[in-house]
């Protein structure tokens, strides 16, 4: 018997556009994970606010689950429809509303792209600093609900740090506004900060007001190439105790290695175990001066075996390309990612005893390093053999993600940098958060979605009655 539902969707929202085409349901139901079968209801594009409320409520009244869906650029199977819910796309709440030059504050639709959110930015003289290599498909929306991180987060945050004010539709169909573009606000909870990171789980962000910044001095950008791990953090001091840095990323050989076979062009004749991209204020002689100066220290120190400083814009996008390549480079491997991070101070420790971890456990893979160390933060992808079932190999990593879990559990760490939890990372989400953590977050997930409708089985188990969730594909 075929689902009425979609029908009865249009005949009441006629102003919302639905698809129900196979093709759109698997495109729209995964995400860059692709390890879950999609199986969305249908896939509405809502153009206001209003027909959000009054999907959210229908949903309410039919219990049918929510995803949210914005670029679905996301690594943990956050904005996954496996399970005949109904994916709310932003695609077509994709306009920037207003700039406020007294606050400095972009107002934004959530379907708006990253690089669209630059562009408008410049447009004003300004930037809006979080960035990052999917900046050309991830939206506003998808980066407000895992925090995205990127690579200017030594120097700017998270966009946790960025987001004045949100309009958010409850998960119970309320319009409310969080913040309103307050620098100031002690008036209570900031139920701001509790929508950013939730991923999709207390309701659909509908507008977002982003404060936006003076563009950064003109910069450098230098590539280093490392002896040893061990060197890594020793670098990492010792150019920003002399500089000031707006990045600090690093990568391995074999990332290196996939990168070249991917079109990048390599960048030293002799191969190095380990890479820095850096990129530093550059507007004076001197801290040009400084920079070279820094370079030859730490080459007499033997903590650097070779560098180079790009010379022209397109010689710096070459060097960026080399880490900011890497995802699109492994994508066709298959990998299990992991996005975890540490205190800063207890990353030396951390890296020592991982960097064992992985070596015994993961003797048969490629297991490829990277990630933005300047902020504690490591991504560790292990790419599937050719032969290997995908079930096995998902089942193989994740045994060995619970020893990572365990190990970030006695480092003080976290499971999740940036990537948020959604499915793949939920199993291990106690290793990050205790009991007593968990428990308010299901209390504060209630309070904002009592009938479990939003992005039910994400992130954690709510209250929902909706099907769970199976493995793989
Ligand atoms: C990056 O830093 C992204 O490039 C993606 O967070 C990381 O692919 C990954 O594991
Ligand atoms: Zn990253």
Redesign the pocket.
Known sequence: MSDSRPAELARLFPGVMFKTDSADLEYYGRDWTRRWVPAPLAIAFPSCVEDVQGLVRWANTHQVAIVPSGGRTGLSGGAVAANGELVLSLERMNRVLDFDPADRILTVQPGVPLEMVHAAAREHGLIYPVD?AARGSCTIGGNIATNA???RVIRYGNTRNWIAGLTLVSGSGELVQLNRGLVKNSSGYDLRQLVIGAEGTLGIVVEAMLWLTDPPPESSVMLLALPSFEALMQVFEGLRARLTLSAFEFFTQRALVHVVAHGAQRPFEEEHPYYVVTEFDADTEEKQDAALAAFSELLDAGLVGDGVIAQSQAQAAALWRLREGITEALAPHVPYKN?VSVRIGAMPAFLAETQALLAREYPQFDVVWF??IGDG?L?INVLKPEPMANADFVHECSRVTSLLAQALQRHGGSIS???GIGLVKKPHLSSTRDAAELALMRGIRHAFDPNGVMNPHKLFDGDSTHASYGETR
Do not use: L
């Open positions: 990052f991180g990127g690579i996005d990630g933005h933060n991504h940098a940036e990537h």
